[in-house]
Every structure is written in structure tokens, then in C-alpha cells.
């Protein structure tokens, strides 16, 4: 269908273009930015008056729930979610049920998803088999069937050697290695950061030393074998500092941050409001300024949402009981919106932490509005304020410590490859 | 955010913690307690009908055999009718949810819970849970609090030392795990106590233990010096695993209560415990049965602070 998205403020970081401009679309390709091309006849027209238009948003961090957990979410569930909230191309981890450790696996994920129709999904590779970090997965034959990087997830990676193993093969074929930082003997029982709240409470504890000791085992090993390294859902200020310093060092790491992370800290567990049981866990006033600074300064490519559906039951339970994580997909951009306006980041500059920049740790030609590109797009109204109600959210993981917020900016549309996917 | 002990004139509608409590609330415990005990400091074996035709359950998802029975004599002595479940061997062992528990308990009409449970913040969860008309009561719940052992504690200091805002107060032991420690830091910071000193080797105390207020010592001959309370903490046999310490003799040598470091403290100091006490571990037997220590009375108080808090909370 040949669409025309009129008079809306098109914001395309890779191209640096904040400006109103009329959008066309024929064949789910972008084929003319301003100006019509010779000929356009738009069967349809969005009037964008008053609102964004903008790439539509990846995603590094996303999880689906399947295979294995479909009581907690569902392929259809989670897409539904995604484009609700503007998202048209997400990574999920490999901690499935079982984890993606299989080309035959990650090709049922590809296909289902396919079928879909929703989002385009990048599947993430298991690092080691069963997730277990001892023997490597088929790299080669995971990247066939669809992965563009390859990780542990949150599962612990203890040996060393199996680490600087899985680093040197995945080096010899270019392919990514995620890691998040977490040191498993330090964290062991852990369920809130190693400061004021979890001695008040009576949590036990995650030092900063854990995300700091994997983090730079991590970058030794990077440096040893020449990976390219993608730092995972990056926590503290010390972290912060690391790898800033292996940025300037020339290091090829780049990382990412939860929209969580930007804005919560320890202080909001409250009364052991299990919605804040995340991993990490949330850090600091300090540690959050300096994951805001990094996020500034370029030290930190990307927000994600780290979305994680838990099921109600999960949650239900004393805080360390309950399980890690929180439904996201639906609240990332109004969450980079907010953090854009808190610290008065330009949103051309904003928006690239949610576009462009994902896309290219994911290695793929997206996140933009150039033309030729395929018509990944999302509009939203950014006036528009909201009130984060579970029942109202379309994944299926109801839980968020964002319950009852005020959410400035809502997603009109999503389109993926020139089709309305999403309409509100 | 809103106190979930308080209810919306600020009276006590759960006993969690003694955490965010106000002194006032706290001194009417007291002084409530004191209408239970005669001044002799013997109890007053007398039983009155206040929480008479109300159903106390106690709830405990962790063993123990000396609180639950101080929990269940208040409760009689208050005429309450009293029920003791020991779920730990029952119905979370079937994979029942704590909250289906509490629900099925509540369907048996129960007007007040008595909660103890190995994870921190177990009782918050079930006061946020229950119906409006419901009273929990924290007997403990993971490292995180256990109010009544503070408050019976804050009884005995006044019983013996009348005021607290001209004592010096020490905390012996492992902190890090104790959620007496934390309960009665609240508590005595709150009350007015201006000096609060916890003494412990690095490895059994929090990260951020002086964000609550305290005074750390590592040597426990500085820290006892010149204190009119010395309150010691258990020991748990555990601890010797997992690298906090080597053994329980080279723990007893730097930490253990003896006569000569007792010496240290004032003359007319106390020394308290809420037991079981390890002899020989945290605490010399001839300290445990000396003239100092006030232990049993703290078990016989501990009657008197649980009828008044189970009392006061029926009234609000």
C-alpha cells in the first residue's frame, strides 16, 4: 500500500533530520522524504500534524517467554506489546526454556514470529550449551539460523577459560559476544544493591565489586582476544567509569542500560515492593546520575527495556522469593521521553538511544529513515500524557514499578514494512 | 509513602517493624506492658478479657519453640482464643503459596495473625494482603525485623535504667543476620538513646550498618567501655560455613561476653540476650548467670510487651 504520513515532525538521529516533512511509502520502502516521488498516488494518508515521526524502536533487551514459559507470556502476547509501544525490531536473550542453543530453535522462534507479523525479532544465541558455561554452542550454525550474538543471559559464566574460549571462537567469525556483568559468588542469594536499603530491610545484598569483577574479566579477556563486546544492562557508577575508560582505550565494547536503571534507584523498593525486584538490582542516586552521564557522553550506546514478563504468582511472594523483572516494552518510549526532558537532552540526540544506535549493535541496516529503507516507523503524539495501568498494558506481564505513573508520549502508530501494525 | 504499620489516624494498625514508628507509639507499648507486670517486675499471672471471642492465629513459616509459646500465653492471658500452625512442615511443603495460606486463614475468621517467616519482608506482604479488619504482628521475618524481641527489650532497659536519653548502648554480635539487631536499633535510636555501638568483626555486619545511626567497633574492649547495656546477639552455628568466621573459639576469644570484659562497662551495667544463648560462644556462663544479666526477666517481660501490643492493636 502506498501511504502518505503528512505534516508530522520527522526525527531521524542517523541523519540527523528533526524537521516537519511529509513521509511516502510504497512497497514498504521509504521512497521519498519531503517531496513526493514522481507519480505517488497515497492510497492512504496519516496526518501527522502534531506528532513525532520517527524510526521505529529496537530493542536489545526483550524477553518473548518462549519456548518453555508461555504462562508468563506469549509470543502474540509480548508482539502486541512491543508495537503498542512503537517497537519494530527487538533482540531477546537465550534464557528460554530450553535456551536458544539449538539452529532448530531459534528457527521456530524466526518462523513464529514471521508469521506474526508484528515486530521483527533478533534472537540472541546461548553462549555455552544449556546455558551451563561449559561447552561452547554451535556459533556458525546459530548465526545460519538467525542470531546475531551470542550470551549467557543472566546465567552465570564461572570459568574463565570458557570464557576466553567462547571469546577466541567467536572472534575467528565476527560474531558478538553479550555479556552482563555479574560476578556469581558475589551475587550468590543476592536480591537488592549492597547499600542503605538492603542493610534497612534485611535483603541480602549485591555488592558493586560483583558487576565490577565480571566487568573487568570481561574486558581483559576483550582485550586478549579482539571480540567485539556488547556490555550488557550496565548498573553502577564504577561500571560506568570502566568502560568509559576502555572506550578511550579503543576497546571495541559497547553497552547498554535499562530504562529502569535510569530512573529507579534502591530507594524504591519502599516497603519491599516486590515490582522493584529487578536484575541488576538498582543502585544508587549516585550510581543512577552516572549511568544518566554515560548515557550523555556516548559511553552507553543504548536504553532498552529489559522487558521480562513475570507471571502474577511470581510476584506475589516476600521480595527475595519473588521473581526478578518487569514488563517494559509498552513504557520505553515514554521512559526515554522523560529522561530526554529531565535532562534536557535535545530529543534528536535522545531518540538515537532507541533507533539507531540498538540497530547497529544488533549489526543490522535499520533504525532510520533514509530512503530506500524499509518503512519500520513509529508515530507518536508527544503531549499526550498517560497513566501506567497493568490491566490496560497488552503483555502479558502485568508487573512494573512504574504502576501509576504519569507517561508523557503515546504511540498513534507502528508500521513495519510500510503496514499500520499498530493504530490507537 | 503511606506507613503500612499506621492506619489513617495514625494508630497502629500492624506491628511490623519498629522502624517508622513514632517514640509515642512505642512508650504507649510500654507503658501498656507496664499494666501487665507488677512493680516488683514479676507478671501479673491475672487474665483479663480484653481480646476476648477475637482469634489469634500464630503463623510460623520458621521453627520456634520459645516465642511462639510467649505469643500464645499473651494471647491467653488476654482471653483470645489461639491457634498454632506450624507451616513450615505443612501446607508451603504442598506448594501452597504463602497468600493462599493466609487466605484459608482468613476464611477461618481470624482476627489477628502472629507471622513468623525465614524471608525478609514476609509480613509486609501479608499486611498489604489482609482485609482491613485484620491485625498481623511481625515475630520475625528474615534479617529484617522482629519488633516484639525489641520492644520487650526497650521494656527491660527501662525497667532497669528508667530513662534512655543518657545511656550508651552496645550491640555485640552478628548484625549482618539478626533482625533483633536492626529491630532494636530502631527502637532505642527512636526512643533516644544518643549512643548506639554495635561491636563485630567486618564479616558479620552490613555493608552500610552506620546508615543506621550507630557506632561501629571492631575491638570489643573499646567498644564496651563505660555502657550501661550491653546486648548480646546469637551466634548461629551456621555461621562458621561460608567464610564469615573460622571457628567459634577464635570468635568466643575476640567477641565473647566474659566477666574481665564486662569489667569494662559501667558498674551498674546490664547485659541482655534474646536467646537461646550459646555458652561458651557469644556469652561466658558465669556473665549468663551473674549478677548483670537480666535475661530471664526479659522472657518474663516478653509476656507483658506482646499482651500489650496484641491489646493495643485490638483496640484500634
New interface residues.
Partial sequence: MDIQIKSGRLIDPQNGLDAQRDLYISEGRIVGIGDAPKGFKAEQVIDAQGLVVMPGLVDVAARLREPGYEYKATLESEMAAAVAGGVTSLACPPDTDPPLDEPGLVEMLKHRARNLNQCRVFPIGALTYGLKGAELTEMAELTEAGCKAFSQADAPLTDTRVLLRAMQYAATFGYRVWLRPQDSFLAKNGVAHDGEVATRLGLPPIPVAAETIALSTALQLARETGVTLHICRLSSAAGVDMVRAAKLEGLNVTCDVSMNHVHLTEMDIGFFDANCHLMPPLRSQRDRAALRAGLLDGTIDAICSNHSPVDDDAKLLPFAEAEAGATGLELLLSLVLKWAEQENVPLLHALSRISINPAQLLGQKMGHLSQGAHADICIFDPEARWRVAPAALKSQGKNTPFNGYEMQGRVRYTLLDGQIVFQQ | ?NN?QLNKNGELQHLLST?GLPARILRDILDRAGEFVNPNGASEVRKVPLLHGKSVFNIFFENSTRTRTTFEIAAKRLSADVVNLNIGSSSTSKGE???DTVDNLCAMHADMFVVR?S????A??IAK?VAPDIHVINAG?????HPTQALLDMFTIRHYKKEFHNLTVAIVGDVLHS?VA?SQIHALTTLGVPEVRVIAPKTLL????D??GVRVFHDMQEGLKGVDVVMMLRLQNERMQGALLPSAQEYFKYYGLTQERLALAKDDAIVMHPGPMNRGVEIDSSVADGSQAVILPQVTFGIAVRMAVMSILAGN
Fill in positions: 509513602m503500612p522502624e503459596t504463602l497468600l517467616h524471608t525478609s519482608g514476609a509486609h506482604l494482603h521475618d528474615g534479617r529484617h525485623a533482625r536492626r552490613p555493608t552500610h550498618v546508615k543506621l
